[in-house]
Each structure stands twice: as structure tokens, then as C-alpha cells.
């Protein structure tokens, strides 16, 4: 895949910067946003190729973001990574009902990430 487009939802400004310069290899175009709502909106409006949700945020959690991704049929397969700091198992089996392809919880290794990014845009799209 040429270029792909990756973008990076955590209302965190560090691991929104951390995560970008992790992804450098893949020469991507990074987007990122804040919340749910405003990860929501550029999906609506970019052409994405996988994105990472952090499950908590404030305004809209990635959990209910992701939902409403998928109930909207906007970019349906889109492949996720869902990231977490919280070790809650209910996290991962809502996850994997919204078609979320791994998970991630912080703090993580950036090689595996990168390789997981890897695997997911080799095989894309995902079934969602």
C-alpha cells in the first residue's frame, strides 16, 4: 500500500505524538484528533486506512465512538487498533463486537505496534 492514511484518536498530546513518530516507518499521512467526536468527523471526511482509538477520553469515549462508526456504515471495514490503559476484560469482548482487529494496552512496545500496524494494512481492508 502506497501512503496510507493512519489516524490516531487519544486525548492525550503525548501519545498522540508518541504514536505518530512510532508509525514514521510507514511513511503514513498521520492524522490525529482529541476525542471520539472529532475522530468521527474526519473519518467522515478523509479516506482512512486504519485508525487507532484510545478507549478513554473525555466527550466521546472510543468505545462509543467506534460504535457509532460502525452503526453509520461510514468506512464499515475500516480497520482498529483499540488502545487502553485499563486491564478491564469487558473492554476487549465490546472491542471484538465492533470488529476491532487488536488491542493494545498502555504502556506497550512500539515494535509490536509497528508490526501489528504492519499486518493491518497488508491485509486491509479488514472484514468488519
Do not use: W
Amino acid at each position: 500500500m502506497n501512503s496510507p492514511t493512519i489516524l490516531i484518536v487519544d486525548d492525550e498530546l503525548h501519545m498522540l505524538r508518541f504514536i505518530a513518530f512510532v508509525l514514521r516507518p510507514f511513511k503514513a499521512t498521520v492524522l490525529t484528533a482529541r476525542s471520539g467526536r472529532e475522530a468521527l468527523q474526519i473519518i467522515r471526511e478523509r479516506s482512512i486506512d486504519l485508525a487507532l482509538f484510545d478507549v478513554h477520553m473525555p466527550d466521546v469515549d472510543g468505545l462509543t465512538a467506534l460504535h457509532s462508526l460502525r452503526a453509520s456504515g461510514v468506512n464499515k471495514n475500516l480497520p482498529v487498533i483499540l488502545l487502553t490503559g485499563a486491564g478491564e476484560s469487558h473492554i476487549e469482548a465490546q472491542g471484538r463486537a465492533l470488529g476491532v482487529q487488536a488491542f493494545f494496552r498502555k504502556p506497550f512496545s512500539p515494535a509490536q505496534l509497528v508490526a501489528c500496524v504492519r499486518e493491518l494494512l497488508q491485509t486491509a481492508p479488514c472484514k468488519g
